[in-house]
């Protein structure tokens, strides 16, 4: 029965990942094409790889503070759960 429930329990924890994951990029791209697309047109402009490279560094700099945040989390995590082993 134990065994069940944490496998139950660890679906959930992946579902929630996944649609945080999701959520974080849908985010992340409205915000990078806000800021980096002020005047959004029909055809391609000459300012096209200004916008390019505008959202490439949005979007690296999104990423990159999602992985510092997922690290610190993860190792948060983790060292909870081995102080509840500990504690047992």
């Given at each position: 029965?134990?065994?069940?429930?944490?496998?139950?329990?660890n679906q959930i924890r992946s579902e929630l990942a996944l649609?945080?994951?999701q959520e974080l990029m849908n985010k992340t791209n409205e915000k990078c094409f806000?800021?980096?697309v002020t005047?959004?047109?029909?055809?391609?402009s000459s300012s096209?790889?200004?916008r390019t490279t505008c959202l490439s560094r949005c979007?690296?700099?999104y990423m990159e503070?999602?992985?510092l945040v997922s690290k610190v989390y993860i190792a948060r995590?983790?060292?909870?759960?081995l102080n509840e082993r500990d504690s047992v």
């Open positions: 029965m134990a065994a069940r429930k944490e496998a139950v329990m649609a945080n994951a806000a800021k980096c005047k959004p047109s029909t055809s391609l096209e790889e200004a979007l690296d700099r503070a999602f992985n995590v983790s060292k909870e759960r």
